[in-house]
């Protein structure tokens, strides 16, 4: 199933007056890491909601190739800035989704963990484990079954330097297999590191949207410059 | 006297003593069967209230906490009415027969297990909202995960019904009747065998209930540090 380019067409979003996604428009053709960068409460996570369906789009903005967002559900997954776990081990929340997506169980169960070097906390209860160990099993679970496009929000904010790196190295490979990466940050050095296409939101707006070198030269925004130097 | 009413009391219990036997045995029959009956109904109810929200399932969160608080008597009074032989459910006939009695305890516990049961579900599905809608799952698959993922609790609100219906009086005695050897249960047998005197089979009855309710406040507590 062809799933790019993406297209999102005038989305706007307000709830009580206040107006969360102003007019946003998205067109994105390549299986790059893009970056949803802007500061706290620009509407980062919002859109990437939009993006998984987790809320409804009435005006059927967006699109994957030829097809709508429920369409291609089955294939997308979501890693949420706080890790949401099953109160089970890790084996068992792989194996969980596994299940959920039908895929081949305890071998590729297996697989992941071994990927993503788990196996010494497999059959550790996630309540036991800490938020960097947590959140790699949130990307264990998002990757089993093999989704053609993984949302990120910001799953490296609460983490320290060692998992960023891990986390960002896994990233990383899973863009390099050809998995579609949209992930939200507003950590510069980490969207030096690894975006490639940069979105920048300010106040439910895009006032930038291209390549990352682009994004670093750029000095059309006081916001983005700020942000840039502050960063 | 009291040393002597323990003694007598304990010597019941320790031999075994068919009355006493015998009521326990119809008491745990009869709130058993309301309890299989009632969580039967209650925790998917519970949890499909919680997927389908809407302005229904507000009004029946209402009338199940109303219900929650509602005295034992009159519960048992409108059973009563209903199941008399002039009731409209008379033709079932039966008024002063367990099944009644299991009726007003499914009835009496129902509410309490519906309304825990959405509490507890609810929490959980606000933790596990985005990441059960992440997986495209139907609100069956919804649901099961949440009730297992709630299993300890629901344990819980389980033991809390048993130990509200194992200790109700009034509505058991209108609509039983508190018939010897027949629908003679522990809280009934107590408040019987006190006003006519014979007080060593009520403390016999009344240890029990002490220890029953002991039992589940442990199984409860032990729960609460599996979750």
């Not at chain 1, 550790?124 to 993984?150: C, F, H, W």
Request: charged share 20%.
């Amino acid at each position: 199933m062809k799933i790019l380019p993406i297209k999102i067409e005038n989305l706007s979003y307000t709830i009580k007056d206040s107006e969360i996604l102003k007019n946003i428009n998205i067109f994105s053709d390549e299986k790059k890491i893009t970056i949803i960068a802007g500061n706290n409460g620009s509407g980062k996570t919002t859109l990437l909601k939009f993006m998984h369906g987790l809320i409804e789009d009435p005006s059927n903005s967006i699109s994957w190739g030829s097809n709508s967002i429920r369409e291609i559900k089955e294939q997308q997954s979501m890693v949420f800035q706080t890790p949401i776990l099953l109160n089970r081990t890790t084996f068992e929340n792989i194996l969980y989704v596994a299940k959920k997506k039908k895929v081949n169980k305890k071998h590729s169960v297996n697989k992941i963990i071994e990927k993503l070097n788990l196996e010494s906390i497999s059959n550790t209860d996630a309540r036991y484990l800490s938020g960097g160990e947590k959140q790699k099993v949130a990307i264990a679970m998002s990757i089993i079954g093999n989704p053609t496009i993984i949302f990120l929000d910001e799953p490296t904010s609460q983490l320290d330097p060692v998992y960023k790196n891990e986390i960002e190295s896994i990233i990383s490979e899973l863009s390099k297999d050809g998995t579609k990466i949209f992930m939200t940050s507003h950590d510069i050095s980490q969207i030096k590191r690894i975006g490639e296409e940069i979105i920048f939101l300010d106040k439910g707006e895009i006032i930038f949207n291209g390549k990352l070198l682009e994004f670093l030269d750029q000095d059309i925004s006081n916001v983005i410059k700020n942000y840039i130097s502050y960063g | 006297m009291l040393s002597n009413i323990l003694e007598t009391a304990f010597h019941l219990i320790f031999t075994l003593n068919k009355d006493l036997i015998e009521i326990i045995s119809l008491s745990l029959k009869v709130t058993i069967s309301a309890l299989v009956i009632s969580v039967i109904i209650s925790i998917p109810f519970g949890a499909f209230l919680v997927l389908y929200r809407n302005k229904l399932q507000s009004m029946v969160i209402l009338i199940s906490n109303t219900l929650m608080g509602m005295p034992p008597v009159v519960l048992g009074l409108i059973i009563y009415t209903l199941v008399s032989k002039r009731g409209i459910f008379g033709f079932l006939d039966i008024l002063y027969t367990p099944s009644a009695m299991i009726v007003a305890q499914t009835l009496l516990i129902t509410p309490i297990v519906v309304s825990l049961t959405y509490e507890e579900i609810y929490k959980k599905y606000k933790d596990y909202y985005l990441f059960l809608n992440s997986l495209n799952l139907s609100n069956f698959s919804k649901l099961k995960t949440l009730i297992y993922e709630c299993r300890y609790a629901l344990i819980t609100v389980t033991l809390t019904g048993f130990g509200r219906a194992s200790a109700e009086v009034g509505a058991v005695m209108i609509v039983g009747g508190n018939i010897n050897h027949f629908t003679r249960v522990m809280t009934t047998a107590i408040a019987f065998e006190t006003s006519k005197g014979s007080i060593e089979l009520a403390v016999a009855l009344g240890l029990i209930l002490i220890l029953i309710s002991f039992m589940i406040t442990l199984i409860i507590k032990s729960l609460r540090k599996i979750k």
